[in-house]
């Protein structure tokens, strides 16, 4: 699967704003879907990850800085996967991308994990002024 991630652009501290990480082909729904960030100087992090069990029940993974203020949804028909970002601080400035896993092959520390996930977006710039 293909991805490409936008969405991002220049916010002040306190906005929001919602990325989203269009896929290509007709397998997403067999994707755990995840997203990471880069700022500069600063190795990728670990956002936030989507899985689902083949049915209707979703399960999401937060990091514990944006846990609270980020939301990670899909929809499998739309082939597409959000992250919805509120109450943005300065030091969610990055550059943000979206990466998938092949379903079932995740657990525990695994969903925050970089080197886990094997297919990755180009990655919009998020930058959020003070």
């Known amino acids: 699967v293909q991805l490409q991630a936008s969405g991002g652009g220049l916010v002040q501290a306190g906005d929001s704003l919602r990325l989203s990480c269009a896929a290509s082909?007709?397998?997403?729904?067999?994707?755990?879907m995840g997203w990471f960030r880069q700022a500069p100087g600063k190795e990728r992090e670990f956002v936030a990850a989507i899985s689902w069990n083949g049915n209707s029940i979703y399960y999401t993974y937060y990091a514990d800085s944006v846990k609270g203020r980020f939301t990670i949804s899909r929809d499998n028909a739309e082939n597409t996967v959000w992250l919805q970002m509120n109450s943005l601080k300065p030091e969610d400035t990055a550059v943000y991308y979206c990466?998938?896993?092949?379903?079932?092959?995740?657990?525990?520390?695994?969903?925050?994990?970089?080197?886990?996930?094997?297919?990755w977006g180009q990655g919009t710039l998020v930058t959020v002024s003070s």
């Open positions: 082909g007709r397998t997403f729904s067999s994707y755990d």
């Open positions: 990466a998938s896993v092949p379903r079932g092959r995740m657990y525990g520390r695994m969903w925050y994990e970089v080197g886990r996930y094997g297919n």
